[in-house]
Nanobody, 122 residues
Framework: VQLQASGGGLVQAGGSLRLSCATP????????MGWFRQPPGKEREFVAS????????RHADSVKGRFTISRSAAKNTVYLQMNSLKPEDTAMYYC????????????????WGQGTQVTVSS
């Protein structure tokens, strides 16, 4: 399984980035996709998730109103639109896949991408 995350970079506070996570596998085998992040020296934390079949989504309180998760069934791709970025959003961002309903616990996601770095300067 390969989940390819991309779109990270260096941006000033208040700026925007859009992360993408693609997989060549057929979408019907998925149940839920998620984005997680790991700031330097900290544990991995939940950012957002989306249920593939109906696009029902969930966002962490820390990103609500600023980040939006979405998906394209045609492109087998999940996105994370990040607006109004803050220095505390600096982290390695990972996309992950769960084959069943999952909570915010990264342990419930079975497949992971390689991560893409997001750095927000003040």
């Amino acid at each position: 399984v390969q989940l390819q995350a991309s779109g990270g970079g260096l941006v000033q506070a208040g700026g925007s980035l859009r992360l993408s996570c693609a997989t060549p596998e057929l979408s019907f085998s998925w149940y839920q996709m998620g984005w997680f992040r790991q700031p330097p020296g900290k544990e991995r934390e939940f950012v957002a998730s989306i249920r593939w079949r109906d696009a029902n989504s969930r966002h962490a309180d820390s990103v609500k109103g600023r980040f939006t998760i979405s998906r394209s069934a045609a492109k087998n791709t999940v996105y994370l639109q990040m607006n109004s970025l803050k220095p505390e959003d600096t982290a390695m961002y990972y996309c992950a896949r769960a084959m069943r309903s999952a909570s915010v616990d990264p342990g419930e996601y079975s497949d992971w991408g390689q991560g893409t770095q997001v750095t927000v300067s003040s």
